[in-house]
Structures are given as structure tokens and as C-alpha cells.
């Protein structure tokens, strides 16, 4: 039905005011969505194009007599020509606002540590949305990671914007062309309403009311249920829980479970499962009317009067519309008359806070390279965690620096409380990134993998047979080393210490060798036995020593044919130690090139089974303190190859149990235990300086000649 004093224009940049005439137009709006303007104009410039059009800002504006009531403000995104009769060219025009752009950009990026409304305003100004508006009054925490994987601006934003339980919508103003992307997290922050009268019979008027208002209630789910996981508090439950406030009658029993629940901390796990059930019961009561009125509009609030229902007659917020106007005597010769506008609307309570429906996220098909990352100069660069950062080959935004990404688990082979496998990926290498559950948000280290900048150890493929554990010097050439050869008849475990190697063997140590065992020591080597020590060989044994050998004991050297033991005041090898025994079970040559010192703190004891030769080329001393006594079980034998000699300080006893005897060639001396002395020679001379004492019972002396 025509309507009294309604009009309708469109101004266009770059295009004279009267270039164009509006014949219709149509504009769908909804909360969390682009609008889309469909506007038929009529023009007698038959010569536009898309260079004229594309991309301008088109204005439509609805007047009442000359008073405009709104302006829908936007970007020319599509062009059609149409008809022409002759006169009058006809053209279609798709309008959408400035945030539409934000549709057209695919993009994969990282944000590290930003709330939402930090990442918001930069997408914002990435598609150059400058009129906007941050109505937000609950807590937003800034997220550690998220992603934008494959998606486009517009779709990463409203996901995001899901999540956080945040709407938008566009604020016209009701004088001049400024038009607002507001974004909100409350219905608080909405316009007050203003009144519009019901009337089912409404007649040509410029009176605005609302003709036709039905209301709906729906079942919808009743209570969301989160859980996720976070590996630093992996006995955290994890688990939230929200219940809708008013049922209106349906049962309780209809539930989401949601996992995983897309968050690693209590603020993000309550509110994300509240948003989340509020955003599935955005519509449980919901009302739909037509209305004269192009106020109506997502995010304006009106008070309803004059309907039948009392219980309708309230507050309302509009949360979507489709705003339809027609202007047939806009074309020349047109039959039809007069300018009609219709607009039908949803709304829901005035005081309930509109929620964007949760919205799926994006999944990574499988695993994907990507290069571990560090300060410039850094070549293990991790956390307390052992996770690392990497630049993945999608990121364009960010350096292959400490910053490249968010700090990323690694996978281990064997991970316990304080023990397991640990090997840290180094700067420069390449690994093999996974998603937890396919999240882009969730990145885990799964594996390495060789490339043309690191090659493997060895030399491929002659080196096939070998499995090796090479590990690289910190800032430095060398390497440890652990490899296995499997080659047939080369079998071997080689093991290489760039510097030290340690053992440390809390219970017993067998090593068996089968056929050979070399140890070679360039440097000093000592062996540390706290109590006994035991070496056994079956056939013969060879000490060479290029210089001193020096044994000392510090308490005693006793015999002992099954013990051999070394002992110091503690672990530390080169302390002083205090006693040595050891036996030797049959023959044992010790063979030095310098000299060789013995010390002995106490006593010493040498006991030997067989044969105990010892040989001097040079002088041999043997010296005591206080007496020497050497014993033989049947014959002491002391042969000199010159002369001997026997120096005695006192008194000098020889004791012999059966006699004694001295020979020198053909002289003669003997001692016997019956108390018989002989004396014999060729010639006796007994001299006497001063006198010569014969005594006994009697004197014989026999001879041929006296």
C-alpha cells in the first residue's frame, strides 16, 4: 500500500546527484552478518561501467517528505547493466559494507598473546574498517595462540567472535551518513527503545507502526558440558558446565557436550560454555513482524503497544530485518504509482543478550613441516618445558626469530616424572608439526626429518648398515657419538666422547670379552677399589712402565693368595689410600724402563708359594733400621762372584746346630756340635804379638819334624 511523503535516493561517488533514480531496492541486515543492498536504479547514462562503480560508496537514503530517516551507507560490489529502452538505461547495484572486504582475503597467520578486540582491530585495519566501535563490558583474556588456518578474514573473525560470545552489527545514524561497526558482548549497551503502536489495518499514513507481530517459542538444548586439556596442569578436571536460565517448559535433559572446548584456562572455560549454550538458544523465544517503520534495524530496541496479547506489549531488540522498498514512477512512462516500503523483522527480548551460534573451526588435513626457530646467534633455544618455536612455511607475517611462533610441545619417546628420552630439537632443523584433535591452535612436534641443509650422519647410502645417536657440540665442532654396525661380519657398537664419559653402577658390573680387550690411555689412568680387587690371569702377565713406578700402602702389606683390595677416604680417585694386598697365584714378571719406588707406611709381608728369584744387574743395598733376619727352611746359600765382606758394629755371633764349616782351597776349618775343631792347611801360623795361650788337660803335638 502506498505510503504519504516516502522517497527513496542513492548517491554514488563520482556520480552527479541525479544520475541515478531509484526504482527498488531490498536490504537484508541480521546480527553477526554483512548486509547486502540490492538497489534498481534507472539512469539516462547508458555509458557506466565497472570502472565508474565498482568500489565506490554508494549512500541510499529513505526520506520522509525532506526529512531523511536513515542512511545505508556501503561499497559498490557488483554491477549489472540491464534494460534499455531507448531512454532510460536500467542498472543494478549490490551493495555491502566496508567489512565485506574483510571476505574476499584468505589468509594463514599466527596471533601470539592478544585478546580479542587487539586481533579484531588488526584485521580491521588490514581491510581498512576505520568506523568502529568496541562495546565490550566481560572479561576477554588474551589467548597464548590462535590461528587463522585457510579461512578468510571475515569467517576467522565471526569464529572468533562466536567463541567470545561477541555480536556486531552496523549503527546508522539517524542524522548524516556515519555508520558504526559496533561490536558488543551485552544488551546494555544497545540504544534505548523507543515506542511503535501495533495496528493490523494500517491505512496510506507516514505514521509508523508495526502491521503484523507473531511470537514463537522452540526447544532448544538445555545445558552445554566443556572439557579440554592442558598438559601444564594435567590434573586440572578441565570440565565446565552451564544450564540455561529459564526452560520455558522443555525439558532439561537435551545436552552438548563439547570437546575440546577450545580453552586452557578457568576464565575461557566458563565463559566459552556459556557463550556457547547462549549462542544454541539465541532463537528459544523469538518474535517476527512487518512493520512501515525503516527504523527497525539489528541492534535497535522499541517498546510494542496496543496489541491484543498484554504480555507482548514490551521491550524488544530487532535482531534481523528486510527493509523493501518500491518507487515504480522513478521510470519514465511508468504506469505505477506511488512509493511503498515494508520492512520484516525478528526480535527477541529487549534484555537478553543476542549470542552468535557456535561456529565449527577449522582442521588441518595432517602434518606439516616446519623449521625450529631462535634469537639470532642461539643455537638451542627451549623453555622449561623442552617445547621449542618454529616458523611454519604458511606464516608471512612473522621472522624465523624467538618470536616466530608460540612455544611448542615435543614430542619424546619416552616421557615420566623425572626420567624418560629427551632430545631438543636445535635451531635451523626441520620437524614435523601435528594438531592436537586437527586444532590449528594446538601444534605438536611429532618428528624430525632430514633436508638438503642437514644431511644425515655418515655418508648414504654406503653408510645403510649403520644406526647412529650423533648429537653436536653446543656453539662448537665436535660430537658424541653412539652408532651400531649391522653390516655382516662388521658388527660393532661404537661409542665416541667428544670430552668425558662417565659410568655410574649402583649394584654389580660383569663385562665378558671374548676374545681381545685393549685400553688405551693417553693421558693418566687410575682405578679406584673401595674394598677388594681381584686380577686373574690364566697365562702370563707383562707391567711395562717408561718411567717410576711408585706403590704405596698406607697401613700394611700382608699376603693374601684370594684378596687384593684399594681403599680411600672417599670416591675421588688420587686421594691418599691406605693399604694394598695382593697375591699372585704362579709366575709374574714386572719389567720397567726407570726407576721404581716402593713405600710402605707399616709393615710388609711378602709371602710367595714356589721359587722367589730376584736379579740385580747393578748393586743391590738391603737396609733395616733396628735387625734383619732371613731364614731358610734347609740351605741359605750367598755367593759372591769377587770378594765379600761383613762389617759388624759389636759383637758377632755365628750359631750353627750340628758345626761350621770354612773352606778356602786347600784350607780347612771345622766346628762341630761335639766340640771337635779341626784346622788344616799346607801351613798353620799362629802369630802372637805379645803371647800365645795353649790350654788342656793335655798337649800332643805330632809331625815328622819338630
Known sequence: MPQTGVRFTVDVDGQDAETFAVVSFHLVQSYSSLFTLDIHVASSNIRLNARDLLEQTAVLTIWQGSTPQRHIKGLTARLERGEYDGHIMHYHLRVHPPFWRSSLRQNFRNFQQQDIESIIQRLLDDNRVTDTSFLLGLAHPEREFCVQYGETDYEFLCRLLSEEGIFFYEEHAREGTNQLLIFADKAFYLPEAFTIPYNPQPRPTATACISQFSHCAQIRPAYVV???????????????????????????????????????????????????????????????????????????????TDHPADDLNRDWQVVASELHGEQPQAVPGSNASGTTLTNAFQAIPANKTWRPTPLPKPKVDGPQPAIVTGPEGEEIFCDEYGRVRVKFLWDRYHAADQDSSCWIQVSQPWAGAGFGHLAIPRVGQEVIVDFLNGDPDQPIIMGRAYN???????????????????????????????????????????????????????NDRTSLTKRHSVDKVQGNSAVLTNRNRIIHTAGTQDLHVGGDYILSVGSGFTDGLKMMSLTSDDDNVGNVLKHLTFSVASHGLVSGMGNMTTYVQGSRIEHINLTDTSFSLGSKAISAGEMVTINAGTLLNLVAGGNSKDVCGGVKFFQATEGIELHVGKSFISLNKNGQVILKGNNIIIEGDNEVLIKSNSVKIEGGSI
Open 226 to 304: 566443556s572439557k579440554d586439556y592442558t598438559f601444564k596442569f594435567p590434573d586440572w578436571p578441565g570440565r565446565f558446565r552451564h544450564d540455561a536460565d529459564e526452560l520455558n517448559g522443555q525439558r532439561n535433559q537435551y545436552e552438548v557436550m563439547d570437546y575440546p572446548g577450545r580453552f586452557k584456562d578457568e576464565q575461557h572455560g566458563k565463559d566459552f560454555t556459556r557463550y556457547q549454550l547462549e549462542g544454541w538458544r539465541n532463537d528459544t523465544e523469538i518474535a517476527a513482524g512487518n512493520s512501515n517503520s525503516a527504523k527497525l534495524w539489528p541492534g535497535t530496541r522499541f517498546t510494542l
Open 452 to 506: 638438503f641443509n642437514n644431511y644425515t650422519p655418515g655418508s648414504l647410502p654406503g653408510t645403510k648398515t649403520q644406526m647412529t645417536i650423533r648429537s653436536q657440540t653446543y656453539k662448537g665442532e665436535g660430537f658424541n657419538e653412539l652408532r651400531f654396525e649391522d653390516a655382516a661380519g662388521r658388527e660393532e657398537v661404537y661409542v665416541h666422547a667428544e670430552k668425558d664419559m662417565n659410568h655410574v653402577i649402583n
